[in-house]
């Protein structure tokens, strides 16, 4: 069973930095997609990976390119998210999602769409205030 925890969250104030962690067992963090998703307080969860990082490579939503960079550590399996410049529209819970690369319409990769995806952490929350 493949099993991501997240961890990191917190209240900062804009322009502070946050470094949210996802551990994951059940599965190698270099076979898999692992993504991170969020939900802003009183909205859905976002249907499209902030982050994503797999074998193919890394994609950032231009919402955070510039400001979050995240890292794999194979030792440890684990995929941390490093944020800065944080912006108080950035407040939400951050998902973890880890799985193998799904096949799809544009072949088998790391897609960023959430249903391609069956394991989910239960979030960190992360607040941004002025």
């Known amino acids: 069973q493949v099993r991501p925890v997240e961890s990191g969250g917190g209240s900062v104030q804009a322009g502070g930095s946050l470094r949210l962690s996802c551990t994951i067992s059940?599965?190698?963090?270099?076979?898999?997609?692992v993504g991170w998703f969020r939900q802003p307080p009183g909205k859905e969860r976002e249907k499209f990976a902030i982050?994503?990082?797999?074998?193919?490579?890394?994609t950032y939503d231009d919402s955070v390119k510039g400001r979050f960079t995240v890292s794999r550590d194979i030792a440890e399996n684990a995929v941390y998210l490093q944020m800065d410049s944080l912006k108080q529209e950035d407040s939400a819970t951050y998902f973890c999602?880890?799985?193998?690369?799904?096949?799809?319409?544009?072949?088998?990769?790391?897609?960023?769409?959430?249903?391609?995806?069956?394991?989910w952490g239960k979030g960190t929350e992360v607040t941004v205030s002025s």
């Open positions: 999602e880890a799985d193998y690369r799904s096949t799809g319409s544009e072949g088998t990769m790391c897609y960023t769409r959430d249903f391609m995806y069956d394991y």
């Open positions: 059940g599965i190698k963090v270099n076979n898999a997609c």
């Open positions: 982050v994503m990082i797999g074998n193919d490579g890394t």
